[in-house]
């Protein structure tokens, strides 16, 4: 039996509380019980409405309830950022593996605290990159890392957002901190991340631009959850950090590549995307369309040009064992990655038979940290070159 607990009952608490549930209905026998033990949030009716709708036993308003239980084997940290390094501190004393949400921290030197933290502790240290788990993005790595693209030329990642176009939309965690702690952070995390897992490590940076389009936002009259719309005072809050951030970068194998990540992006609600080219293929993904991607690799009409559609079927990553329906064409999203995140966190601390692939570390997610610092400096230096870490 595993025990479990989400710190965190918002936007994506919920998704993590609900992977937990879903755990052990996807892949192999292998996992033990899981048991839904505690969902923790300082908004106390948030917790307890989770926590009946996700099955877990207890709602608590406290996180420092969850580390001082200890029937609690497993932790999902799911907060503000800036709260992500202590509470993983205490996780981690008490004994608990810990599964903590992107970006890994607040800031570069609490970041850097918890590698210290992953590198001593005795328990599975790991980081949310739920997109890592799109069976189409892993069937994109594949065909990367199996040659079928030839040398890669070019990477190109967005992430263009609209949650933070509408200027009245209330203030909230995400406003605050320094420039790089807005949408490099929040949204960009992710698409760093599925570059470098892709494409291999970032080496430089250069050509940093931040820009912020919404200066202040109105003070919210009580709680906010994600990019909730909510009651807001006349007060207004000072906007601390970037809405949209463009950089290019090389990767340590002389790639080139370009990213752009804007929260003010109209229209788009969730706008991941990247394309990738070699000298004999290419593929391109969109979030928007979660259970497909273009691919081009020269076959069965080399020579012709155009790409061709897959859909996710049982012939990509994930997809057998990962779909109560077993049969292509049946879509898959959201939910779903976050599933088998939580699945590759357990088996990770079950030591399962054929797990799925494991999570990202805190050293992979300090690292993406270190892009978004060197890209912050860039900005600073007029778009300079700077070296990662
Ligand atoms: N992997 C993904 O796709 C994904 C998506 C969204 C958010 N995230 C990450 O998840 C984390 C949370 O983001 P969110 O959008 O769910 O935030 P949110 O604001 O919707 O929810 C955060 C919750 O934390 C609670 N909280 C605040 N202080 C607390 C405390 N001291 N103890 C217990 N609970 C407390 C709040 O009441 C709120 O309900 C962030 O790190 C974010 O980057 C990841």
Not at 126 to 142: F, H, L, Q, W
Not at 210 to 230: E, I, N, T, Y
Not at 288 to 298: F, V
Not at 315 to 321: D, E, I, S
Request: aromatic share 8%; net charge negative.
């Amino acid at each position: 039996m595993i025990s479990v607990a989400v710190i965190g009952a918002g936007m994506a608490g919920r998704s993590h509380a609900a992977a937990y549930r879903q755990a052990n209905t996807v892949f192999g026998r292998g996992l033990p019980p899981i048991r839904l033990a505690t969902i923790a949030d300082a908004n106390l009716p948030l917790a307890e409405d989770a926590a009946e709708r996700y099955g877990f036993e207890n709602a608590v308003s406290s996180w420092e309830t969850v580390a001082e239980d200890p029937s609690i084997d497993a932790v999902s940290i799911v907060v503000a950022n800036s709260l992500h390094r202590p509470i993983a501190e205490a996780l981690v004393t008490a004994g608990k593996h810990v599964l903590c949400e992107k970006p890994l921290a607040g800031s570069l030197a609490d970041a850097r605290a918890m590698v210290d933290l992953e590198r001593d502790a005795d328990v599975v240290t790991a980081v949310g990159y739920t997109y890592r788990r799109n069976p189409a993005i892993a069937a994109i790595r594949e065909h990367v890392l199996g040659g079928d693209f030839g040398d890669l030329s070019l990477f190109h990642g967005r992430y263009w957002c609209d949650y933070a176009c509408n200027p009245r939309s209330p203030f909230s965690w995400r406003y605050q901190g320094g420039m790089g702690t807005g949408a490099l952070a929040d949204i960009g995390a992710h698409v760093i991340d599925l570059g470098e897992y892709i494409c291999g490590p970032i080496e430089s940076v250069s050509g940093g631009a931040l820009s912020v389009q919404v200066a202040k936002r109105p003070l919210p009259l009580g709680a906010v959850v994600g990019h909730d719309a909510a009651p807001v005072s006349d007060e207004l809050g000072e906007v601390e950090n970037e809405d949209t951030a463009a950089f290019s970068a090389r990767f340590r194998s002389g790639l080139a590549a370009s990213f752009s990540v804007s929260r003010t992006a109209f229209g788009l609600p969730n706008g991941l995307g990247f394309d990738v080219y070699g000298l004999s293929g290419r593929a391109s993904f969109d979030l928007h369309r979660p259970a497909e991607y273009l691919l081009d690799d020269g076959q069965p009409r080399a020579g012709t040009g155009g790409a061709r559609q897959v859909i996710a079927g049982p012939q990509l990553p994930y997809f057998r064992g990962g779909y109560p329906m077993q049969a292509p064409g049946v879509g898959g999203g959201n939910a779903e990655m976050f599933i088998y995140q939580a699945r590759a966190f357990l088996d990770q601390i079950a030591g399962t038979a054929d797990p799925v692939p494991p999570n990202a570390t805190f050293v992979d997610a300090l690292h993406t940290m270190e892009v978004i610092q060197a890209v912050v400096e860039s900005a600073g230096a007029g778009g300079a070159p700077v070296r990662v870490g």
